[in-house]
């Protein structure tokens, strides 16, 4: 089970009477009445935005949820803890390592792809006869740009030296 986006609510009629702080979900679910369906072993409060796990429990009544997301697992991976390391990818918990690693084959992966369109189109200039010097130019250093990106090892993300993109 998952809820998002837990923020403060007043509701017309309070339940519980006054002085709790009532919260909803994003889809109007009320905290007192979502927790207790939280069946696994673990719930666990994360970062909405960032999916960065800031808080774990076997009882979801202790967490102070308002402004995250809360799910639950039957599992923690090795080496869990609540400092930043870990982030809840909507069905899974990986490290933050991993998860870095995961937007850097992206960023590549879109990077080499503009790259290639890029060079299709000069190389058709150049084909074509009608390629000015500087198309020349900038073709041989987006091919270059290219096979950098090809090259790169990305097993050290974030701490990664992307090559410079071709003017």
Known sequence: MKNKN???YTPDEPKHGEGFM????????????S???????????????????????????????????VADTDTLPDGFDVLGGWIYTGKKIISNAEY???????????????????????ERVVRLGVATDAEKSSLQAWELYSIALSRLDISSAPNIEWPQVPQ
Do not use: H
């Not at 009532?22 to 009445?33: A, F, P, S, T, V």
């Open 35 to 69: 927790y207790p369906k939280f069946k696994k072993k673990y719930k666990f409060r994360y970062d909405t935005e960032t999916g960065v796990i800031t808080s774990v429990s076997e009882n979801a009544g202790l967490m102070y949820v308002c402004g995250f997301s």
């Open 100 to 122: 870095l690693l995961k937007i850097a084959e992206l960023q590549q992966g879109n990077l080499s792809a503009e790259a290639e369109n890029r060079i299709k189109l000069l």
């Open 22 to 33: 009532y919260l909803q979900d994003e889809e109007g679910n009320d905290w007192y009445d």
């Open 6 to 8: 837990w923020s403060k």
